[in-house]
């Protein structure tokens, strides 16, 4: 099984705009063998990410969608109003991680990984 291309989207400093990244389909020998996917967020320092794959907009929540010729792509945005709430995103990276299993089996799974990283706009020097 072959995980997706990453490409890691660009920092974020709570400006407002979408943070957006794209995950194309896993794809598996032999191409008939069916796959589920799973999705979880956690922070690269540790401490609890305060969102979820459902915070993000694009179809996380069905990534029954995802095929070769219908990758999902999902973002996420932050504002000030967020920053200053200190809610649900934090300045830190948050890391989305999609795993996929072969339904049939199970004996074969892999993951691709995306990093959204939100820096702290008081913190520029």
Known sequence: ??????????SNDFDGSK???TLSAFSITPSICPITYSCSVTRSDG??????CSDFMG????????????PVTFS???????????????????IVEFSATDTT????????M????????CAKG
Request: charged share 15%; aromatic share 8%.
């Open 76 to 94: 996420i945005s932050a504002d000030t109003n967020d920053y200053l709430a200190k809610t649900p995103i934090t300045p830190g990276t948050y």
């Open 105 to 112: 089996t199970q004996s074969l799974s892999t993951s691709a």
């Open 1 to 10: 099984m072959t995980p997706s291309t990453v490409v890691n989207p660009a």
């Open 59 to 70: 179809g996380l929540d069905d990534l029954s969608t995802l095929t070769d010729s219908t």
């Open 47 to 52: 401490t609890t990410s305060g969102i979820s």
């Open 19 to 21: 943070v957006e990244a």
């Open 114 to 121: 995306f990093e959204f990283e939100f820096t702290d706009p």
